[in-house]
């Protein structure tokens, strides 16, 4: 059934003329006539009688017109709910992110919700080989990670941040002007990882495969800061990207940068292959924006 021979049999309906409801919709009268006669021919009975001046409305006529209201009104919401997902009015964004990550973050979630009040956003916190499993599966629309990904998964990677690794430790263990440590250096050091499903951890482990390193790893743990405390401690140098060196806030820290090679931290979006939303390429194009412009450290 023609949605437009609704409207027109509609507006016919409710001015009681054909020529009122013709200048209303901006046709000719003869276009009015010729749609509710289709609709009529379509239903196989007269919707209409012409008394006079005056239309009424046949049994049949008053079952199709009330029909017609509550399609009509769903057919507007339709348009008005389409029209604000697009213009970003109403939407559902959920974004993982991993614990390592929410703290660069908070510039973008901040600047998002100042655009688009409308939009709402969940956050999932979890680890990045997770992250890019949610998002595989199509639990997740979009999550961010740390390359390298899991080259198994059907994702389309979008990098947004490069930051290179230091090593922190206890004042004395590197030489005191040391600014930076080739990576062979850590094969004769205690080290203290983060956990192994961390992305921090596999761009490490390749590393020291890549430079044929036997690490002797003294600790592991799920929490950045705990690393922190132990280096403190001097049980050994922790391994961390640079926006947490810029947050040590103790003077018996010392940070040097990885180089020979030097080891990316390189943070990236994973998404499906497929669609997205009109609020996750908002997302994505602010935080292209906001990691561009440098992200506090």
């Known amino acids: 059934m023609d949605i437009r021979a609704l409207r027109y049999f509609s507006e016919t309906v409710r001015l009681n003329s054909f020529s009122r409801a013709a200048d209303l919709l901006h046709v000719t009268q003869s276009t009015v006539s010729k749609m509710v006669r289709q609709l009529e021919d379509e239903i196989a009975s007269p919707l209409l009688i012409r008394n006079g001046r005056n239309l009424e409305l046949t049994d049949t006529g008053r079952v199709v017109y009330d029909q ?29 992110i991993p614990p390592m990550i929410n703290i660069l973050c908070t510039p973008v979630l901040k600047t998002f919700r100042e655009r688009h009040p409308d939009i709402t956003l969940t956050l999932h916190e979890d680890t990045g080989p997770q992250i890019e499993q949610r998002v595989a599966t199509g639990a997740l629309e979009i999550g961010m990670t740390i390359l390298p990904a899991d080259p198994a998964l059907e994702l389309t990677l ?59 790893i003294v600790a592991q743990s799920s929490q950045w800061d705990w690393l922190v405390g132990m280096a403190l401690a001097d049980m050994g140098v922790a391994l961390l990207p640079q926006p947490f ?12 940068r990885l180089v020979e090679p ?36």
Not at 169 to 194: D, I, S
């Open 245 to 256: 060196v810029g947050r040590l806030a103790s003077d018996q820290l010392h940070a040097v």
């Open 158 to 216: 979008q990098p947004v941040a490069s930051y290179p690794i230091w090593a922190v430790a206890r004042r004395g263990r590197f030489q005191k002007q040391r600014a930076t440590l080739p990576c062979k250096a850590l094969a004769e050091m205690p080290l203290l990882l983060l956990n192994n499903e961390f992305g921090l951890t596999r761009s490490v482990r390749n590393m020291f495969r890549q430079c044929a390193i036997t690490p002797q």
């Open 68 to 96: 017609a209201q509550q399609i009509l009104a769903s057919v507007q919401r339709l348009n008005s709910e389409v029209h604000h997902t697009r213009t970003l009015r109403q939407g559902h964004l959920e974004i993982g």
């Open 262 to 297: 030097e080891v990316p931290w390189q943070v990236a979006y994973a998404m499906r292959p497929a669609y997205l939303s009109h609020a996750a390429k908002a997302w994505l194009t602010l935080s292209e924006e906001l990691f561009a412009g440098g992200l506090p450290s």
